[in-house]
């Protein structure tokens, strides 16, 4: 009941009722209701799973630190990352219900999906910890930033539309490869990059956008704001037009005469985040500059998006964690992009400044796309700039420790 459970989460995301489990199980509802009292108590006994076995993924990697370990120091990370990866495919469903606050009153089911998975991040720390000792990573690398973006990209694994068709293994070895040992065969400096003729047509884009603020009195325009605030922190799917009649003040047929239905309301939202962050990458594209300095001012442009419109980023998130991968996406189009960046990719690789090892230009693509979109939470820690500093030493540069 509990897999039958998890595979329709994670297929029709959080919406799926009890009646569709039934179904699936080829039993009455009723009947589920000998096993768990409520849907809540079926997603509660998901997550708590899903947590049950990272921290085994963790305790078995804190094993092979207090032993010999003959393995080089890629390997030892690469390994741990496949094991994050291989849970976050088999937990899927547990994985959305984690993004989520939810509309519940359920007081388990909220604490176990605040729940960080804090023990694998450690032992992710301390596996960086000793490639650092060994040598392998450079010294002035900041490990903590590192494993949680590592353990946050292997998470992301989980979700089909960066997975697509390959497998946990292979997907998790490629982003470990891109984020330790960088994409450029040529790492450049700081100062190319930022005067690189891409970055600056990115930087142009960022500064035309202007913030989700709406103009006094203006009910439609303060009924989206709420909109937004509500499907980023809830879930489009888990909020309703209840939900945000009640965040606005207003009557819920008020919020149907201003709106219309609360699709039209996501298209108008996610329509303009989409057309912001495509204008950025069309500028860059077009841009004059080296494959690296694109990829580079690209990553500007995502940075900048996140914080700027982070409500859109997590409606979008939603989105990627809850649809098939083919699905066409309101506010991102993700199949265009894919398009874009294998032929930046490919055109690196003939100029001889990117360097990618990815099995198909499908999975690198995926893989590339989804490093540039760089963790929400470190985002709002470091800031736009020291956080576009990282994504260079990692993602173009590299951490390990180069000769001479």
């Known amino acids: 009941m509990l897999q039958t459970a998890a595979t329709l989460i994670a297929g029709s995301g959080l919406r799926t009722s009890l009646q569709e489990i039934a179904d699936a199980c080829g039993i009455l509802p009723g009947s589920l209701y000998h096993h768990f009292t409520s849907k809540e108590a079926i997603l509660v006994e998901l997550l708590r799973r899903y947590h049950e076995d990272m921290d085994r993924v963790a305790a078995q990697a804190q094993e092979r ?15 741990l990352g496949s094991a994050i990866a291989r849970c976050a495919v088999a937990h899927r469903a547990a994985l959305q219900m984690s993004f989520y606050e939810g509309p519940s009153a359920h007081p388990d089911l909220i604490a176990m999906t605040r729940q960080q998975p804090t023990a694998v991040l450690q032992a992710m720390l301390e596996t960086l910890r000793a490639a650092k000792w060994s040598g392998y990573l450079s010294p002035d690398v900041d490990l903590p930033v590192l494993a949680d973006r590592i353990c946050q990209s292997m998470l992301q694994v989980g979700l089909d539309v960066i997975r697509h068709n390959a497998s946990a293994d292979r997907v998790a070895v490629l982003l470990c490869r891109i984020l330790l040992e960088g994409l450029a065969t040529r790492p450049p ?20 956008w202007t913030d989700n603020s709406e103009e006094a009195g203006d009910k439609a325009a303060h009924v989206r704001a709420v909109a937004r605030a509500e499907f980023g922190r809830r879930g489009y799917e888990s909020t309703t037009v209840r939900d945000i009649a009640s965040a606005a003040g207003f009557g819920t047929g008020t919020v149907y005469r201003l709106i219309g239905s609360k699709e039209e309301l996501l298209a108008t939202i996610m329509r303009s985040f989409g057309e912001k962050v495509a204008l950025g990458w069309t500028s860059v594209l077009r841009s004059e500059g080296s494959s690296i300095e694109k990829l580079d001012a690209l990553s500007w442009i995502n940075t900048n998006a996140l914080d700027r419109f982070g409500d859109e980023f997590r409606i979008q998130l939603a989105w990627m964690r809850q649809s098939p991968p083919d699905t066409p996406n309101p506010g991102w189009l993700f199949t265009t992009r894919i398009r874009q960046m294998k032929a930046l990719l490919a055109e690196g690789v003939r100029a001889g400044e990117i360097r990618i090892d990815g099995p198909s230009k499908e999975m690198s693509a995926r893989c590339v796309i989804a490093l540039g979109w760089f963790p929400e939470n470190i985002v709002r820690e470091l800031g736009t700039r020291a956080s576009q500093v990282h994504i260079r030493d990692t993602m173009l540069r590299g951490v390990v420790q180069r000769p001479g």
């Open 189 to 208: 400096t700081d100062a190319e990059l930022d005067g690189s003729v891409a970055f600056r047509a990115a930087d142009e884009v960022v500064r035309t």
């Open 65 to 79: 630190l207090n032993g010999p370990d003959n393995r080089a120091a890629f390997d030892r990370i690469a390994d």
